[in-house]
């Protein structure tokens, strides 16, 4: 069992910058695929990013590229995503997802996600 609790999130004009976190309990964290879904008001939850167990490939949302980057430290059992050039299309709640699995090849499906965080909200404002 894995429990994922999400963080950073807040209100930031366009072009500003937030970092969010992702904080897993539980053993074993180094072997979970990890990813960050949003879902904003009247929207289906999308995928933003992935990362693979090791850190050593990513996947972004075509949406997000350039601005976006996920990462992970698997000592501190986190995963991170830094935004940039925040915009307010932006604006959602934004998930934290994992599931155990080597796999080479993020992870973009979300019905491939096992463990889902309770969300940290996104806005930006124009």
């Known amino acids: 069992q894995v429990q994922l609790v999400e963080a950073g999130g807040g209100l930031v004009q366009a072009g500003g910058s937030l970092r969010l976190s992702c904080a897993a309990s539980g053993r074993s964290f180094s072997i979970y695929a990890m990813g960050w879904f949003r879902q904003a008001p009247g929207k289906e939850r999308e995928f933003v990013a992935a990362i693979v167990w090791s850190g050593g490939s990513t996947s972004y949302a075509d949406s997000v590229k350039g601005r976006f980057t996920i990462s992970r430290d698997n000592a501190k059992n986190t995963v991170y995503l830094q935004m940039i050039s925040l915009q307010p299309e932006d604006t959602a709640v934004y998930y934290c997802?994992?599931?155990?699995?080597?796999?080479?090849?993020?992870?973009?499906?979300?019905?491939?996600?096992?463990?889902w965080g309770q969300g940290t909200q996104v806005t930006v404002s124009s």
């Open positions: 997802a994992a599931v155990q699995r080597r796999s080479v090849v993020a992870r973009t499906d979300p019905n491939e996600y096992r463990y």
